[in-house]
């Protein structure tokens, strides 16, 4: 049974930072791509970040480059987005999400959530002083 989950989120003040975890279980051999999304309060979900399992490429939102980095450790399927300098803005819910068989190649491929067919449950991020 494929799962993904997250872990990590939390209350920080900004310009500080929180690292987010996503545990795959369940995709054996088989090659997927993990995206990291967010929606705040009002408004639509979008794509974060992306990384794939068969190579080292990562793709991120304009706003969040040079702030946010993606990594993954393979041996233990987890996915890490390590999130500095926070602003009040990226106040929001973070998910984690799977495509199977998918190697992202773009950031449109990366925020199109139609390509990933397992979800986490979300952590909650809070910027604010």
């Known amino acids: 049974q494929y799962q993904v989950v997250e872990s990590g989120g939390g209350l920080v003040q900004p310009g500080g930072s929180l690292r987010l975890s996503c545990a795959a279980s369940?995709?054996?051999?088989?090659?997927?791509?993990i995206g990291w999304f967010r929606q705040a309060p009002g408004k639509e979900r979008e794509g974060v970040s992306c990384?794939?399992?068969?190579?080292?490429?990562?793709y991120y939102k304009d706003s969040v480059k040079g702030r946010f980095t993606i990594s993954k450790d393979s041996a233990k399927n987890t996915v890490y987005l390590q999130m500095n300098s926070l602003k009040p803005e990226d106040t929001a819910v973070y998910y984690c999400?799977?495509?199977?068989?998918?190697?992202?190649?773009?950031?449109?491929?990366?925020?199109?959530?139609?390509?990933?067919?397992?979800w986490g449950q979300g952590t909650q991020v809070t910027v604010s002083s």
């Open positions: 999400a799977a495509a199977t068989l998918v190697t992202i190649r773009s950031m449109s491929l990366c925020r199109d959530a139609g390509i990933y067919n397992y």
């Open positions: 990384i794939n399992s068969n190579d080292d490429n990562t």
């Open positions: 369940g995709f054996a051999s088989n090659y997927y791509a």
